[in-house]
């Protein structure tokens, strides 16, 4: 048996990687087993973006030979990972097929094993109806901080710009398969622009904007002050486009009975109410799940905007009302690590 781990620190690409396992080039009797936990993956050719570093399941299947097919096995944690396979197959017009398997909890066992988790009430006077922390700068990220931060009761960060030569975005357009046509580019809402940026006035993308004065806040467990005071968090998952990865960041709300909604792929709160979590319906209506890109940003600009304009005794009247749901979803996440802590 060979594992191959894709490793996205070591290999600066998949195919950089794929040079050290050239044998999967020729046939085979050994079982191989690919090992890409901790990412969604991105999918080029269903992706728009070719510049991906680790289009995992293209470039295998690129160089995997096919008697190799029966013996090899991909691990993944994207909870669309069989439709996605599939898709890819028939893009490339591939006969066969290897295995393919996703473990969905272990990027969250992983960061709970990592993170300094312990319960607190993070849930004081509301000051700020909803709260956004903002760091790898991801089209989609920008896109809601472009939507949301004059609002005087949104508080977000924006940790880590990377401009290098900014370049205005004076142009958005939504296209089919989830496409987003950038001034005259056309990529996906997953992609990092460190040069893309919006700016409005003396307000920009550009601009690194921290949440409190602490420099060294630990995102697996710690928070920072303006947690504490407020009512909804707005969680910028790491996939929005095809793949649909829980990670380490949906740790926080469920596990600190934080009412929540997340900006991610389509089915991720069709999945957690399958898992058996609690859904906010009194505060969210979920029908965009299954959307397209537009419909389902569309959807929650829409909704966050009106709880940002709702009185703070009203929302927290509205957040009161489901705090059995919050003290079930704690106790279930917990159950969820522990169940499978051994997989991460």
């Not at 050719?45 to 995997?64: A, D, E, G, R, V």
């Not at 792929?265 to 959307?291: A, I, K």
Request: with cysteine.
């Amino acid at each position: 048996m060979i594992r191959i781990e894709i490793d996205r620190i070591k290999y600066h690409t998949i195919q950089d990687l794929l040079l050290d396992y050239d044998f999967i080039k020729y046939p085979t009797l050994k079982q191989i087993i690919f090992l890409d936990l901790n990412e969604a993956g991105h999918y080029y050719p269903y992706s728009t973006t070719q510049l991906w570093k680790f289009n995992s399941l293209y470039h295998i299947y690129k160089n995997l030979h096919i008697k190799n097919y029966k013996n090899t096995y991909f691990y993944n944690n994207d909870i669309n990972l069989e439709h996605n396979h599939n898709q890819v197959k028939k893009l490339m017009q591939v006969n066969g097929s290897i295995n393919v398997k996703n473990f969905p909890w272990y990027t969250v066992c992983r960061g709970f094993k990592r993170g300094e988790f312990v319960f607190k009430d993070v849930n004081k006077e509301i000051i700020y109806n909803v709260i956004f922390m903002c760091g790898e700068q991801r089209l989609n990220r920008l896109m809601i901080l472009n939507e949301l931060h004059e609002y005087d009761n949104f508080a977000y960060s924006n940790r880590n710009p990377r401009i290098t030569d900014p370049f205005p975005i004076t142009q958005l357009n939504f296209l089919a398969d989830d496409n987003i046509q950038v001034n005259d580019i056309k990529t996906n809402s997953d992609v990092i622009a460190p040069n893309f940026v919006f700016r409005k006035g003396s307000w920009c993308t550009s601009i690194k904007k921290e949440l409190t004065d602490r420099k060294d806040i630990n995102i697996l467990g710690d928070m920072p002050e303006e947690y504490y005071h407020s009512g909804i968090e707005l969680v910028g998952e790491s996939y929005t486009d095809k793949g649909c990865c829980l990670t380490e960041k949906i740790l926080r709300p469920l596990f600190y009975k934080k009412p929540f909604i997340v900006m991610a792929s389509r089915g991720y709160h069709t999945f957690l109410e399958e898992e058996g979590f609690y859904l906010y319906t009194e505060l969210f209506d979920y029908s965009f799940d299954r959307g397209s890109f537009k419909v389902r940003f569309n959807s929650l600009m829409f909704q966050i905007k009106q709880i940002l304009e709702l009185p703070i005794e009203d929302l927290k009247t509205k957040i009161d009302s489901i705090q059995y749901k919050l003290d079930f979803n704690h106790e279930l996440i917990k159950q969820k690590v522990k169940e499978n802590n051994d997989k991460s």
